[in-house]
T-cell receptor, first 113, second 114 residues
Framework: KQEVTQIPAALSVPEGENLVLNCSFT??????LQWFRQDPGKGLTSLLL?????REQTSGRLNASLDKSSGRSTLYIAASQPGDSATYLC????????????FGKGTKLSVKP | GAGVSQSPRYKVAKRGQDVALRCDPI?????LFWYQQALGQGPEFLTY????????KSGLPSDRFFAERPEGSVSTLKIQRTQQEDSAVYLC????????????FGPGTRLTVL
C-alpha cells in the first residue's frame, strides 16, 4: 500500500531564505506527483505537477524535483516571503489507480518578516 | 465557473441527521473526486467519477456514505445518520481528462456533527 511521508512537519524561517520541503513515497510505480499549498480554512491550490517521466518542474520561485527510483520529491522555494506561509502537501497518483491521489500529512511553513 | 465550487461551506448537523454536500466541478471536466480531510491530516480519497459513472468507491468509510453525479457534472455526497467521527472537511476535485492529470480542488465543506 502506497504511503507518503513529508518531513519536516513544521518549519519556520526568516524572510528571504531559500528552503526545501521533502516528500517520500514507498512505491515507486507512480503515474505523477503533485504539490499543493493549503491556507487555513481553505481548499488546496495546485502548485506543480510532475509526470513520472519528468525530473523537475519550475514555476516562478518554486522548483519541484522527482527521483522516482528512490521514492523522493523535493519542493524548493527561493527567496521566501511571508505570503508563502501555508501548509504544503505532496500527493502521488499510483500507476494502477483510477486517478485518486494519496497525500502526505503536509509541512506547515511559517515565514517570519 | 472559473473554479470548483462547493456548498455549503459550513454545515453543522446533530448526530443522526442526514446531510448532502454539493460539488460543482470546472465546466467540461470529465473526472471528479471526493476526499475527506480530518484535522491536521492530508486528504483521503473517498470516491471517483468519470462523467456520470462511479468507477471507484473504495474509500467510502461505510454504507452511510453515498455519492452521485447523475448528469456528469454536479455531484452530491450524501451522509446518512451522521456520527461524530464524520466531522471533517470534505473536498471535491476535478480534472480535465479521465483519471490522470492535474486535479483542481474546491474550498471544501466543513462538517461538524454534534
Amino acid at each position: 500500500k502506497q504511503e507518503v511521508t513529508q518531513i519536516p512537519a513544521a518549519l519556520s524561517v526568516p524572510e528571504g531564505e531559500n528552503l526545501v520541503l521533502n516528500c517520500s513515497f514507498t512505491d515507486s510505480a507512480i503515474y505523477n506527483l503533485q504539490w499543493f499549498r493549503q491556507d487555513p480554512g481553505k481548499g488546496l491550490t495546485s502548485l506543480l505537477l510532475i509526470q513520472s517521466s519528468q525530473r523537475e518542474q519550475t514555476s516562478g520561485r518554486l522548483n519541484a524535483s522527482l527521483d522516482k527510483s528512490s521514492g523522493r520529491s523535493t519542493l524548493y522555494i527561493a527567496a521566501s516571503q511571508p505570503g508563502d506561509s501555508a501548509t504544503y502537501l505532496c500527493a502521488v497518483r499510483d500507476g494502477g489507480s483510477q486517478g485518486n491521489l494519496i497525500f502526505g500529512k503536509g509541512t506547515k511553513l511559517s515565514v517570519k518578516p | 465557473g472559473a473554479g470548483v465550487s462547493q456548498s455549503p461551506r459550513y454545515k453543522v448537523a446533530k448526530r443522526g441527521q442526514d446531510v448532502a454536500l454539493r460539488c460543482d466541478p470546472i465546466s467540461g471536466h470529465v473526472s471528479l473526486f471526493w476526499y475527506q480531510q480530518a484535522l491536521g491530516q492530508g486528504p483521503e480519497f473517498l470516491t471517483y467519477f468519470q462523467n456520470e459513472a462511479q468507477l471507484d468507491k473504495s474509500g467510502l468509510p461505510s454504507d452511510r456514505f453515498f455519492a452521485e453525479r447523475p448528469e456528469g457534472s454536479v455531484s452530491t455526497l450524501k451522509i446518512q445518520r451522521t456520527q461524530q467521527e464524520d466531522s471533517a472537511v470534505y473536498l471535491c476535485a476535478s480534472s480535465l481528462g479521465a483519471g490522470g492529470g492535474e486535479q483542481f480542488f474546491g474550498p471544501g465543506t466543513r462538517l461538524t456533527v454534534l
